[in-house]
């Protein structure tokens, strides 16, 4: 093994678990990990107070998401949204277009109730189906979100085609809008109709942001650092191959 190409890969592997577990541990010791600030997260909590002073609900919704990672993603905002609601008393939509999603938002909306001060303040209303293709979905939904006045409509997940129709269609009814997404094609059409867009990976951090959970803070925190130790070591790399030192990284390689 130490004489193939794999060593490296190996050497990649062992710093990048290390670096993982040291953050993790540390943060299970009770470190504080300074997390650089996320407008559209942030802005969440502002959308849900906005919404109880007004005394108008919050729409929340997942678009076309199936159960992929950034549905896993959505489900870690709904459950900090449910979560806020449910103290605030502020009263959450979700609205649906995938049946195993509809199930899975219906129980985290009722666990976080439960767990809550005002239990029975759960409805079953609360979560709809509208429908499983995307233009009846997003015309159910935007009628959801005209019908009950919600003051805020929080978009996270996948929308495919009818990504500009849902954005349009709440900003020309005035929620504050805060949307997310992993799929570079729909960020445009959020830039332009939304207060507040989550871009890529944001989302995915999301859970360790809105969470005081030590393993997801210093998971995260450890993501950080991996990020400066492979640009480091890029810039290095290409430095080097500038001034003609490609052979230390073909020894290295080798």
């Known amino acids: 093994m130490f004489g193939s190409p794999s060593l490296p890969l190996f050497i990649l592997f062992l710093l990048i678990v290390g670096v993982y577990l040291f953050y993790i541990i540390r943060a299970r010791r009770g470190a504080q990990f300074a997390i650089r600030p996320i407008a559209g997260l942030s802005a969440i909590d502002e959308a849900i107070g906005r919404a109880t002073e007004m005394g108008r609900p919050v729409h929340f919704t997942l678009g076309m998401s199936r159960f992929y990672p950034d549905t896993f993603a959505a489900f870690a ?116 109709c939304c207060d507040y867009t989550l871009i890529g990976e944001e989302i995915f951090g999301a859970g360790a942001y809105l969470s005081d959970d030590p393993t997801t803070r210093g998971n995260l925190a450890g993501q950080d650092v991996m990020r400066i130790i492979l640009i480091a070591l890029i810039l290095l790399f290409t430095v080097l191959g500038f001034f003609g030192a490609n052979q230390l990284f073909e020894w290295f390689m080798r």
């Open 77 to 192: 905002i709904l459950r900090y949204i449910a979560e806020k609601c449910a103290e605030m008393g502020a009263s959450p939509i979700i609205t649906n277009s995938v049946v195993t999603v509809h199930l899975a938002t219906e129980e985290i909306l009722r666990n976080a109730y439960s767990r809550s001060i005002h239990p029975d303040a759960f409805r079953e209303e609360m979560v709809r189906f509208i429908a499983k293709d995307p233009f009846p979905y997003v015309a159910g939904a935007l009628e959801t979100i005209e019908s009950e006045r919600a003051a805020a409509n929080i978009m996270v997940g996948t929308f495919g085609a009818a990504t500009l129709l849902l954005a349009e269609g709440g900003r020309m009814l005035g929620p504050m809008q805060i949307a997310g997404t992993d799929d570079l094609q729909q960020l445009p059409f959020y830039f332009v």
